[in-house]
């Protein structure tokens, strides 16, 4: 059997496609697979080199692009392009991940299942490499608590209508029928601010809030059996304190102390990994110690891995 000159050049060109690919590997990954709807939607690409030569990535703008569609194939309007830019040498036998939010720049306002594909554009090699599409879930939550803030001013400032907040606690049903809490801020039109996970809790808990004089959100929630998790929130959704508690002797409670701070009363406080800020042994009992599942080592994985 006789080929032409045409059909020999394009199984050449086919076979060089498919070996460019296997030489060079783009992979989405996530932590998780469900989101609330305003939430970060946070990805890593890992791109791994066994070209045998050094790449040289990250100097053009669109040298990595997301797309994003629904199950049904409805494309997601883009609201603007990731920033990805900044250019770094990956090594042949390396592996490079690049870490991007992709909620700012994607109209994900209603629930569904989508996946992610990105491309990378190699310079000098006239190709796009595309990952397999990542999928994962934008998922309903449902309002267990909210409230009204006023955002303190300064004392000098001018007697102008006060600016508020709108401090929105949401659960939402996670992997496994695991239940998930979280915190959407908004400002005084209603625009979101910050939706955050909270983290998991259990399903028979209901959480404990007060606001501080800072209009600070204070919040005491069940994560476990004997477990308490107290976190605090600011105006701008950001965590200002994280803490663990265990109901040992006595079950945790929000209480205000003789100057009106809120604290929490009751309860032995375990120091742990995740603290925030960090916690020293001696800001708990001395029979505290650090939580052994959020201190043991990373994997070290056969490819070295850089993040540019």
């Known amino acids: 059997m006789k080929f032409s000159g045409f059909w020999v050049t394009l199984c050449?060109?086919?076979?060089?496609?498919t070996y460019a690919s296997a030489q060079v590997t783009v992979e989405v990954t996530q932590e998780q697979d469900q989101f609330l709807?305003?939430?970060?939607?946070?990805?890593?690409?890992?791109?791994?080199?066994?070209?045998?030569?050094?790449?040289?990535?990250?100097?053009?703008?669109?040298?990595?692009?997301?797309?994003?569609?629904s199950r049904e194939g409805v494309v997601v309007p883009k609201l603007g392009e990731a920033p990805v830019q900044g250019s770094f040498v990956l090594p042949s036998s390396k592996v490079a991940i690049k870490r991007v939010d992709l909620a700012p720049y994607f109209l994900l306002a209603r629930p569904?299942?989508?996946?992610?594909?990105?491309?990378?554009?190699?310079?000098?090699?006239?190709?796009?490499?595309?990952?397999?599409?990542?999928?994962?879930?934008?998922?309903?939550?449902?309002?267990?608590?909210?409230?009204?803030?006023?955002?303190?001013?300064?004392?000098?400032?001018t007697g102008s209508e006060p600016e508020t907040r709108h401090y929105i606690l949401q659960q939402a049903n996670y992997l496994r029928g695991q239940i998930r809490l979280y915190l959407r801020v908004t400002d005084t039109y209603g625009k979101p601010i910050r939706v955050l996970p909270i983290g998991p809790m259990v399903s028979f808990g209901r959480p404990e809030q007060q606001i501080d004089k800072s209009s600070n959100l204070h919040l005491l929630y069940?994560?476990?059996?004997?477990?308490?998790?107290?976190?605090?929130?600011?105006?701008?959704?950001?965590?200002?304190t994280r803490r663990t508690y265990d109901s040992i002797n006595s079950r945790?409670?929000?209480?205000?102390d003789q100057d009106g701070n809120i604290i929490v009363a009751g309860g032995t406080r375990r120091i742990s990994a995740t603290d925030i800020p960090p916690a020293k042994l001696d800001d708990s009992d001395d029979s505290a110690k650090p939580d052994p599942a959020s201190t043991n080592s990373p994997s070290v994985s056969q490819l070295s891995a850089t993040q540019p």
Do not use: M
């Open 222 to 240: 069940q994560d476990g059996a004997t477990s308490f998790n107290y976190t605090v929130c600011s105006l701008d959704g950001q965590v200002t």
């Open 12 to 17: 050449a060109f086919l076979a060089s496609l």
């Open 112 to 157: 569904g299942s989508f996946q992610i594909v990105a491309t990378v554009r190699i310079k000098g090699w006239n190709r796009e490499l595309v990952s397999p599409p990542k999928s994962f879930d934008i998922i309903q939550g449902a309002r267990i608590w909210e409230q009204e803030v006023g955002v303190p001013k300064p004392a000098d400032s």
């Open 252 to 256: 945790p409670r929000l209480r205000l």
């Open 37 to 69: 709807a305003g939430e970060s939607l946070k990805v890593a690409v890992r791109i791994t080199n066994l070209s045998g030569r050094d790449l040289q990535l990250g100097a053009e703008e669109d040298w990595l692009t997301f797309a994003l569609e």
